[in-house]
């Protein structure tokens, strides 16, 4: 019996996405190459609490990791828009990888040199995410663009399913020293094959600056100074920092129930409703309307509140698991239209640094979060908690309606070739534009050409969404 029309509609977008040139090969390793992300954490507190018995050192540890990321997010992605992104790749995971391999061979008596090793480590994480994000406009336009980021967003929703599970099972089979070294492996491998599929899809240059009237270019600035895009960044760490409470309140929960074991699978149905609503979102034929998405997203945190101690106390936590999977069904789809507006906002050839920015947010948000959160779950119990987690995704919803419908290219000027927003499904289309082709919006090195300093973007299907 052949499908439905949805099926054969949401199936239809898929692959259209995947028959692009290089699309396929290039999701797989930059995926391969983040796989680790998730999984670090684990291992290396594992081998730092068997080090000094102490998870408060084990903690700073993994934290130095991740300040050192957040710090060379943007140095990193701006690196990337002026170098070839296939050496920096390989440069900088062969740097990091011989941190891990230290860190996982450094003696015990020594424990008081992984912070500052870790630190240092953390500051060369190849950049995948931040050229995986910028290489997809040049490859993708219209609704495969925007497939291709709810794509991107459900599957990375998987790695930290995927990766945690593969660093416990290295530790429960051997130790920490082996988890932190494989870990190693699978990011000096994925950054190498990512490199690998840029410089065969002819992507790894960099890409040259939109021209304009011919004049002389425009004087480099801080992203930081237009409005918009800090306005953007402060609202993608609001919602981390809320949908990241979500997990700690699991870990809460459980504990006081007695079945700590059962936060693993918590979480794991909270990102399963993310990846179901990413795989979805990715099928829609409108604009995303990153505001209306925000509040989707706070409002499955708000439903669990009602749920939990001491408001009422449910006798298993398996009772909220149907709940917990339809608050996450909001998650995958708004970081697709961050991600996007990310994209759209910045100029063509500073997309790398804008989503250093945007990385550096993130994690910012959810180092902010967590401490936060595990106040107010000892003040007032693990509803306390979701509360907190709520109002800070309310507030990231209400951040967002400030951002305009506007032209593209941040600070430097408007981007040639990216028309303007089209509307979501059930409503009127502001202009029309050209049909939606599933072949490379832009090639590797676009012609010069386009619209100057300051004028009004072209009407389209792949312009900023509102």
């Given at each position: 019996?052949?499908?439905?029309?949805?099926?054969?509609?949401a199936?239809?977008s898929?692959?259209?996405?995947?028959?692009?040139?290089?699309?396929?090969?290039l999701?797989?390793?930059?995926?391969?190459?983040?796989?680790?992300?998730?999984?670090l954490?684990?291992?290396?507190?594992?081998?730092?609490?068997g080090?000094t018995g102490s998870?408060?050192?084990a903690?700073?540890v993994?934290?130095?990791?991740?300040?050192?990321?957040?710090?060379?997010?943007?140095?990193?992605?701006?690196?990337?828009?002026?170098?070839?992104?296939?050496?920096?790749?390989?440069?900088?995971?062969?740097?990091?990888?011989?941190?891990?391999?230290?860190?996982?061979l450094l003696?015990g008596?020594l424990?008081?040199?992984?912070?500052?090793?870790?630190?240092?480590?953390?500051?060369?994480?190849?950049?995948?995410?931040?050229?995986?994000?910028?290489?997809?406009?040049?490859?993708?336009?219209?609704?495969?663009?925007?497939t291709?980021?709810?794509?991107?967003a459900?599957?990375?929703?998987?790695l930290?399913?995927v990766?945690?599970?593969?660093?416990?099972a290295?530790?429960?089979?051997?130790?920490?020293?082996?988890?932190?070294?494989?870990?190693?492996?699978?990011?000096?491998?994925?950054?190498?094959?990512?490199?690998?599929?840029?410089r065969?899809?002819?992507?790894?240059?960099?890409?040259?600056?939109?021209?304009g009237?011919?004049?002389?270019?425009?004087a480099?600035?801080?992203?930081?100074l237009?409005?918009?895009?800090?306005?953007?960044?402060?609202?993608?760490?609001?919602?981390?920092?809320?949908?990241?409470?979500?997990?700690l309140?699991?870990v809460?929960?459980?504990?006081?129930l007695?079945t700590?074991?059962?936060?693993g699978?918590?979480?794991?149905?909270?990102?399963?409703?993310?990846?179901?609503?990413?795989?979805?979102?990715g099928?829609?034929?409108?604009?995303?309307?990153?505001?209306?998405?925000?509040?989707?997203a706070?409002?499955?945190?708000?439903?669990?509140?009602?749920?939990?101690?001491?408001?009422l106390?449910?006798?298993?936590?398996?009772?909220i698991?149907?709940?917990l999977?339809?608050?996450?069904?909001?998650?995958?789809?708004?970081?697709?239209?961050?991600?996007?507006?990310?994209?759209e906002?910045?100029?063509?050839?500073r997309?790398?640094?804008?989503?250093?920015?945007?990385?550096?947010?993130?994690t910012?948000?959810?180092?902010?979060?967590?401490?936060?959160?595990?106040?107010?779950?000892?003040?007032?119990?693990?509803?306390?908690?979701?509360?907190?987690?709520a109002?800070?995704?309310?507030?990231?919803a209400?951040?967002?309606?400030?951002?305009?419908?506007?032209?593209?290219?941040?600070?430097?000027?408007?981007?040639?070739?990216?028309?303007?927003?089209?509307?979501?499904?059930?409503?009127?289309?502001?202009?029309?534009?050209?049909?939606?082709?599933?072949?490379?919006?832009t090639?590797?090195?676009?012609?010069?050409?386009g619209?100057?300093?300051g004028?009004?973007?072209?009407?389209?299907?792949?312009g900023?969404?509102?």
């Amino acid at each position: 019996m052949p499908p439905a029309g949805p099926v054969r509609s949401a199936l239809g977008s898929y692959r259209r996405l995947f028959a692009v040139p290089h699309v396929p090969a290039l999701l797989f390793w930059s995926l391969f190459a983040r796989v680790h992300i998730g999984g670090l954490p684990i291992a290396v507190t594992f081998l730092v609490a068997g080090w000094t018995g102490s998870y408060a050192v084990a903690g700073l540890v993994a934290g130095g990791l991740t300040v050192g990321t957040a710090l060379a997010g943007p140095i990193r992605g701006r690196m990337s828009d002026l170098r070839a992104k296939d050496r920096l790749l390989t440069s900088s995971a062969l740097v990091y990888g011989a941190g891990l391999a230290v860190l996982a061979l450094l003696p015990g008596a020594l424990w008081w040199a992984a912070l500052p090793l870790a630190l240092a480590t953390g500051l060369f994480l190849p950049p995948a995410n931040q050229i995986a994000r910028a290489v997809w406009p040049r490859l993708t336009a219209g609704p495969t663009r925007q497939t291709m980021y709810a794509a991107e967003a459900t599957f990375q929703e998987l790695l930290f399913i995927v990766g945690p599970l593969l660093a416990a099972a290295v530790v429960g089979l051997t130790n920490g020293r082996a988890g932190v070294a494989v870990m190693a492996v699978l990011s000096v491998v994925g950054a190498s094959g990512f490199a690998w599929a840029l410089r065969r899809a002819g992507l790894s240059a960099p890409e040259p600056p939109a021209a304009g009237t011919g004049g002389p270019a425009p004087a480099r600035r801080s992203l930081l100074l237009d409005a918009q895009i800090l306005l953007i960044l402060v609202m993608s760490a609001l919602l981390v920092a809320g949908l990241g409470g979500v997990d700690l309140t699991s870990v809460a929960w459980s504990r006081e129930l007695g079945t700590p074991g059962y936060a693993g699978a918590l979480m794991a149905v909270y990102a399963a409703g993310s990846a179901v609503g990413g795989l979805l979102a990715g099928t829609f034929p409108g604009r995303p309307r990153l505001a209306r998405r925000a509040f989707a997203a706070a409002a499955g945190v708000v439903l669990l509140v009602p749920l939990l101690p001491p408001v009422l106390h449910l006798p298993s936590p398996w009772l909220i698991t149907p709940v917990l999977f339809a608050a996450g069904l909001g998650i995958a789809p708004t970081i697709a239209a961050v991600t996007e507006r990310v994209g759209e906002m910045a100029p063509a050839h500073r997309r790398g640094e804008a989503y250093g920015w945007l990385s550096s947010a993130i994690t910012g948000g959810i180092s902010v979060a967590a401490p936060m959160t595990g106040w107010l779950i000892d003040l007032g119990g693990a509803a306390a908690g979701a509360a907190g987690a709520a109002a800070a995704a309310l507030v990231a919803a209400l951040v967002a309606l400030a951002l305009r419908r506007g032209a593209p290219g941040g600070p430097d000027g408007a981007q040639p070739g990216e028309p303007a927003e089209r509307a979501e499904p059930g409503e009127r289309a502001e202009a029309p534009g050209p049909p939606d082709s599933s072949g490379p919006a832009t090639p590797p090195r676009p012609a010069a050409g386009g619209p100057p300093t300051g004028a009004p973007p072209p009407t389209g299907p792949t312009g900023p969404a509102e």
